[in-house]
């Protein structure tokens, strides 16, 4: 930033993520208002990481480098094998929405009712969805349960994975319910997913939230640069101090700071600034400006495990004598007609399921990646085969954020606490036996070759039980570590504004207090819209919200 540049704005977000992209525009349609945007990683707009970022396939370069990755870790702990597991974070412009898989889920209608019953007022799914609908373009055309001329396009796959269609014939077998539409009136069953793509390319928040309002004068957007922490006077927020190619320097915001960071780096400032539970604070010498205990806590994530096994080649992805031709045509499949292999999301079908008829919501969530898995990189497979995740849907298991230092440059330590309760690991159970008996339909067992993870040796509770731990995973979707509410684990109230602090409020996923039904990118894309109304004082979108039919009852019955 150049001496002559201004350092002083109406308004201050930290974090050009999936929420903060959308409040840098929201708030910049103002022409009296100025808005200042700070992203410690790099814009998404030179070479690369765009052309990683646009080609949904890149998926595989972009989270695999430091560079565009915080490559966060969670903590190794004995209840889930004892070692690190993987938390990535998008490190650019978009956020982790320029590295994710593009799923397009909201998730189910009891998610935000049950905030909604909490005290949170206005976030109730009937009041949510304006907001949505408000975001999106939904490409395969009108509907009652999806917006048009929204900025976030939507689309269907392009190319998907003939493996898709041998799922669908196998979840039909199981008497399933085929869902053509996730979002739509219910979202149990099995069907594709949608995608936030455009043209066959990746519509990630920066491309469809920040990149049309560049051009407005009053929006400063700093890339590379790392936010260290929330300025106080008192009890307000009157700016951040942040770092940018080693210097150091302050800007000041005249009305709010709104931290945006995420569910790993927004309690992470709250922390280095003052704000959180005092014996955090104390340990590592930070002055408390205000006694917060929740900052930090409530952290949840989807909790996965994957099973693999082996198929033809014709019907995924993978590097074999067979498998080397759509390989070496599929660029030029992408850049002539925009489609092929590099279109793939990876993650192209499945699945939500409940365990239990009276389940209000499903418990499960089931996810068909066209390609075996490669720990820990997920580059392009030997061979040939079929990954199926198995994701806990509603974790009663609860972690943390904590400080590994005061040194902003640091990284948080992360403990996750997976599997802590035991209802976790109870359901991972039986998702595990309902995969192998998806495996074992008709229609999956004649093209499959074998299980190659676990492998049919893996087999009692038991067994099962250790192997889950061994080998848990996430769906990469933290959320709640500064958690919406009014009880003492509260950090914002229902307004996103940081209980006693004037002058800050978070709105990102780590406002959420429970984990919704489903990837989590285009709920926090509501979360933005949402508090960018708040901060202007407009009252919601209106919209007339669709009646719905009778919900009906799953009769899926798990062995």
């Not at 939904?138 to 994975?161: C, D, K, M, T």
């Not at 699945?351 to 089931?366: C, I, N, V």
């Not at 943390?400 to 640091?410: G, M, Y």
């Not at 709105?507 to 984990?515: R, V």
């Amino acid at each position: 930033m150049t001496d002559s540049a201004p350092r002083s704005f109406d308004y201050i977000v930290v974090g050009a993520g999936s929420a903060g992209c959308v409040l840098a525009n929201r708030l910049s349609a103002d022409p009296q208002l100025s808005v200042c945007l700070i992203e410690a990683g790099p814009s998404d707009r030179s070479l690369f990481p765009g052309a990683y970022v646009r080609t949904p396939a890149g998926i595989i370069r972009l989270i695999a480098n430091p560079k565009w990755n915080w490559m966060h870790q969670f903590s190794a702990q004995a209840a889930s094998g004892d070692r690190p597991i993987p938390c990535p974070r998008g490190r650019l412009w978009g956020g982790s929405s320029a590295i994710n898989g593009m799923i397009y889920i909201r998730g189910h209608r009891s998610d935000y009712d049950r905030w909604a019953a909490a005290g949170n007022q206005g976030w109730s799914y009937d009041e949510l969805l304006p907001y949505f609908l408000r975001s999106e373009h939904f490409e395969p055309g009108a509907s009652p349960w999806h917006g048009q001329g929204g900025e976030l396009n939507v689309a269907a796959q392009r190319s998907p994975s003939p493996i898709n269609e041998v799922f669908y014939q196998a979840a039909q077998e199981l008497g399933w319910r085929y869902n053509p539409d996730f979002n739509g009136e219910e979202q149990e069953g099995y069907g594709p997913f949608h995608v936030t793509q455009i043209n066959g390319e990746r519509c990630s928040a920066a491309r469809a939230f920040l990149h049309p309002a560049l051009s407005r004068p009053n929006l400063t957007v700093l890339s590379s640069t790392l936010t260290h922490r929330v300025l106080l006077e008192g009890n307000r927020a009157c700016g951040v101090e942040v770092s940018q190619e080693g210097a150091v320097f302050q800007l000041q915001a005249r009305r709010e700071v709104i931290l945006s960071a995420g569910a790993i780096n927004s309690p992470q400032v709250l922390l280095l600034s003052g704000i959180g539970p005092a014996a955090e604070l104390e340990r590592h010498g930070i002055a408390q400006r205000h006694e917060l205990p929740g900052v930090g806590h409530n952290l949840q994530d989807h909790q996965d495990v994957v099973l693999m096994y082996r198929c033809d080649s014709e019907l995924t992805y993978g590097v074999s004598a067979k498998g080397l031709l759509p390989l070496a045509r599929s660029p030029w499949q992408y850049l002539s007609r925009r489609s092929g292999p590099l279109t793939s999301n990876t993650v192209e079908s499945g699945g939500f399921l409940r365990l239990q008829a009276e389940d209000a919501a499903p418990e499960l969530g089931l996810i068909v990646a066209p390609a075996l898995k490669n720990q820990p990189q997920r580059l392009v497979p030997l061979g040939h085969g079929v990954s199926l995740h198995i994701a806990v849907m509603h974790p009663q298991s609860r972690g943390q954020v904590r400080l590994n230092s005061a040194d902003p440059h640091d990284k948080p330590l992360i403990d996750s606490h997976f599997l802590s309760h035991p209802e976790d690991l109870r359901k991972l159970v039986a998702g595990v036996r309902l995969v192998r008996k998806l495996a074992a339909s008709q229609a999956f067992a004649r093209r499959l070759k074998g299980e190659l993870v676990p492998g049919l040796q893996v087999e009692s509770q038991a067994q099962i039980e250790q192997w889950i731990r061994d080998n848990l995973g996430t769906v990469f979707h933290p959320v709640g570590t500064c958690k919406m509410g009014h009880d003492e684990q509260a950090v914002v109230d229902d307004q996103l504004r940081v209980h006693g602090v004037q002058g800050l409020r978070v709105a990102d996923a780590s406002i959420m207090p429970s984990l919704t039904t489903g990837n989590t990118n285009a709920a926090a894309i509501m979360i933005g819209e949402k508090a960018a109304d708040l901060l202007l004082g407009k009252a919601p979108p209106s919209i007339q919200v669709p009646a719905r039919l009778e919900e009906q009852a799953s009769t899926l019955a798990i062995g």
